[in-house]
């Protein structure tokens, strides 16, 4: 930074241009190293967002489950590709009262985006296995996924296929987390 001496006598302090130069040319690079992820993001493929929709779900009820201390259900419907969440308690905060087997309401969230309650997978992906229980439900119209209060769940093993990307998503029944692998 320089010093400039004014014609009434006292300094002023100023940027050069090649400081400023610097800022800009740090400032663009930084933004250079962000922007192929940030289209990453923007262009996810289907079957990226299918994954992480079925993710997403599994996980919101199950944390449904132990923190209203009752079981919540994911409903899948293989033949038109949808899922959501149902059994669980809208939120203590509404007055509304409770139907079983009703969608879940969602909470006023302090984040900018609230959990997934539901979901449609793309036309592109595919539902070629649906185990739950050791039942295969790919051809009915309606199965169920169960996420007890004390965090254990069904068993379910869900095969997703887009063109040639295989993804297979299972339920550990101990813990009702969801983990995410690739079809051998």
């Not at 493929?45 to 079925?54: E, I, K, L, R």
């Not at 779900?57 to 033949?79: K, M, Y």
Request: proline share 5%; net charge negative; aromatic share 4%.
């Amino acid at each position: 930074m320089n010093t400039v001496v004014s014609k009434k006598g006292f300094q002023r302090r100023a940027f050069t241009l090649i400081e400023i130069m610097m800022v800009v040319a740090i400032i663009g690079l930084v933004a250079a190293m962000g922007i192929p992820s940030m289209l990453r993001e923007m262009h996810r493929s289907p079957m990226s967002n299918a994954v992480n929709d079925v993710m997403e779900i599994c996980s919101h009820a199950r944390a449904l489950a132990i923190l209203n201390g009752v079981t919540t259900t994911v409903v899948f419907h293989p033949q038109t590709r949808q899922l959501a969440i149902s059994g669980a308690p809208a939120p203590a905060s509404t007055n509304e009262s409770f139907l079983p087997d009703t969608p879940v309401k969602k909470a006023p969230s302090a984040s900018s985006q609230a959990p997934k309650d539901s979901a449609q997978l793309d036309d592109s992906v595919s539902i070629d296995m649906l185990d739950i229980n050791l039942l295969e439900y790919k051809d009915s119209d309606e199965a169920r996924v169960r996420f007890f209060p004390n965090g254990t769940s069904d068993e379910m093993t869900l095969i997703l296929h887009s063109g040639t990307d295989y993804k297979k998503i299972t339920l550990e029944v101990t813990t009702g987390l969801a983990t995410v692998g690739e079809v051998k």
